[in-house]
DNA sequence: TAAAACCCTTGAGTGCACTCCAAGCAAGTA
DNA sequence: TACTTGCTTGGAGTGCACTCAAGGGTTTTA
């Protein structure tokens, strides 16, 4: 757990370029308790270090797995209160993970009725016949 | 294009406990221009037919493609507008389908990305050792 | 030194997709 | 007849995830 002393710390316009995620977004997740406690230069600005991008990026993943922010909110928290909530974290992941393949198995069903229709155009633009 | 004689006619009830969509949803849909215009009975009463569930069956997929209820409603009015607008719909289910697999691949990703944590947390109850 | 660029906070506003409410009409049952 | 159930409308309210505004401090550039 050693520390460099050349740590590189950015402002938030650098976050902002680097996630995708704007100044406001970046302050909002602070202040639900999305992130952990940021530092902060002697004039009160944010300084983000590279472990902070790291847990940026990993919050872009369960973002993208559909999590509600307030169970991301959960689990920072959780992992805020140490390692004894290592289960109710794995639970929560896999809670999610469940979701997810249900929402791709939703999705390739919808894909598939997609094809189907769009098919159907396909031989209608030639046609001319009729439909839904 | 015959119709039956004795077509079956549902009630905004038995329509709900069809589709599983609220008798608020269902008036909604109408109201937005999410639905071609339903019959009613000699008392204003709703009566859907089954060619209405069909539609609200699709729209279900719409739905679960993640489809905007803009987009539903521009495609409902490329619908009733008639047959010179196949090619327009058939661009809009493209650029859905587009984004739905999209959608699946960024899902996907995810998805790998639970599964490692999971691992990792299943190795950490057993080891003990701190994690993100 | 002055202007421009950057950052801060609190609190309000936005867009989406519903979801509910109030007031009232109509049909069926005791 | 009185009551219950089910349906109607227009408009207001809700929850989510941001997104922006106002007013002010700080840092960099000309």
């Given at each position: 757990?050693?520390?460099s002393l050349t740590q590189t710390r950015y402002t938030i316009s650098e976050v902002e370029a680097r996630t995708g995620l704007t100044q406001h977004t970046l302050r909002w997740y602070?202040?639900?308790g999305l992130m952990p406690h940021v530092d902060r230069s002697h004039s009160g600005q944010r300084r983000f270090t590279d472990k902070d991008l790291d847990w940026l990026a990993f919050?872009?993943?369960l973002r993208a797995t559909g999590m509600s922010v307030a169970d991301m909110v959960?689990?920072?928290e959780l992992?805020?209160?140490g390692a004894h909530t290592v289960g109710e974290r794995r639970e929560l992941l896999?809670?999610?993970?469940?979701?997810v393949r249900s929402?791709?198995?939703e999705l390739t069903d919808a894909l598939a009725?997609?094809?189907y229709k769009i098919d159907m155009y396909a031989m209608k633009t030639v046609s001319g016949k009729a439909q839904q």
């Open positions: 757990m050693s520390q602070e202040r639900i919050v872009g993943k959960r689990y920072a992992v805020r209160e896999e809670r999610t993970r469940r979701e929402r791709i198995t009725v997609l094809d």
